[in-house]
């Protein structure tokens, strides 16, 4: 929260005074936004194209913690989970609208910092605001972001579709998210103990900023429209790669094997989960907040996706009765358990 500004608090503006603050440096970006902010609801016209919607809620203390996440990363990873939703369709997200509850511990200024994110990430993504609400919390800060997407009816892809012969392949690299999740949850125990303590964050870089500023895969849609290649099922990485596996084989009626060795980590991944004693492969498996898109396609398409930087093929899907397993590094099969984070 900034010490520098002259603090406000909400109830001195009301709240449309607030809403017409936090939304003062809107602009329209896309011709489909026929009504932004203001009216009952959003209008937007798709014409002849399929509008896809996605909403997710994040509540402090369960999804993130203002300890050591400060309001402006908070406001760009919430629209960066969201939207990574859209992208999962193959669709390219363009609207959304961001509805907060509140508790008294947040003055207007701070509540400007989550906005900021908020402005930051719909500028990256090229998304419009268009809506929302604001409400009161006794239990600090709750925001759900809704986002719109649109694609085209023959290239948007479900979790359902998978075939037993199909590529399992993954964008970028996984269990980065989580480690850095893990040394941030380590240095804020030692401060709670010690504040004086200057904080072991250095070298570690890129896994911070995996957990907390993560980017969603805006690129993907249009590799893959270059490589002539539409995804048979796909689906983000919010929950860890098993249980994003679970998902598709499930939505799709087919099993799988995924091998350890091909699941792409980075070193810096690697080297905490070390210092943490977790195997690498657990925090890529059950770590989550990777919002990398994983998806299966045809055999046929093979040829166009070898050679590809972007992705990696980590396995293949097989007939259901066959399950769903992990092929260890050791050469044996185990069944895949769905361990994936939940809020217990
Ligand atoms: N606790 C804190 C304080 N910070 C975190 N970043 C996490 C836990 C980890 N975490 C927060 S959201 C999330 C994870 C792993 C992903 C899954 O969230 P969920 O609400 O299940 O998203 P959905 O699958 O509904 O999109």
New binding site residues.
């Given amino acids: 929260m900034s010490k520098e500004r002259n603090q406000t608090s909400v109830s001195e503006l009301g709240e449309f005074g607030l809403i017409d603050r936090l939304t003062k440096d809107v602009e329209i970006k896309n011709e489909s936004t026929i009504e932004g902010i203001g009216d009952d609801a959003a209008v937007l016209d798709y014409k002849d194209k399929q509008v896809v919607v996605s909403t997710?809620?994040?509540t402090e203390?369960?999804?993130?913690?203002l300890m050591y996440?400060p309001l402006k990363h908070l406001g760009y990873k919430a629209v960066v989970?969201n939207i990574s939703?859209i992208y999962a369709m193959n669709a390219i997200p363009k609207q959304i609208t961001v509805s907060i509850a509140v508790s008294g511990k947040f003055s207007v200024e701070a509540l400007e910092d989550l906005y900021a994110g908020i402005n930051l990430a719909c500028e990256k993504y090229n998304v419009d605001l268009v809506g929302g609400d604001t409400t009161s919390s006794l239990t600090g800060l709750v925001i759900s972001i809704t986002a719109i997407g649109e694609g085209q009816k023959e290239t948007i892809v479900k979790r359902a579709g998978a075939k037993p012969t199909d590529l399992l392949c993954v964008t970028g690299d996984l269990g980065g998210?989580?480690m850095g999740?893990q040394l941030?949850?380590r240095e804020n125990e030692v401060f709670k103990v010690n504040p004086k303590m200057q904080p072991k964050l250095a070298g570690y870089d890129y896994i911070l900023e995996r957990?907390l500023k993560p980017e969603a895969r805006q690129d993907v849609p249009a590799i893959l429209k270059k490589l002539g290649i539409v995804p048979t099922s796909m689906i983000?990485i919010?929950?860890?790669l098993s249980s994003e596996i679970m998902h598709l084989c499930k939505n799709s009626g087919v099993g799988c094997s995924l091998f350890e060795d091909k699941v792409p980590m980075d070193n810096q991944t690697k080297q905490m989960a070390e210092e943490f004693s977790i195997n690498p492969i657990v925090a890529a498996l059950n770590?989550?907040?990777d919002y990398e898109l994983l998806f299966t396609i045809s055999l046929d398409d093979y040829e166009k996706i070898k050679n590809d930087p972007d992705f990696t093929i980590i396995g293949h899907m097989t007939e259901a009765s066959e399950g769903i397993n992990l092929v260890t590094n050791a050469g044996s099969a185990i069944p895949l358990e769905a361990q994936?984070?939940?809020?217990d």
């Fill in positions: 997710d809620l994040l203390g369960i999804h993130f913690n996440v989970v939703d998210a989580y999740l941030l949850e957990q983000d919010s929950d860890g770590g989550g907040e994936g984070w939940n809020h």
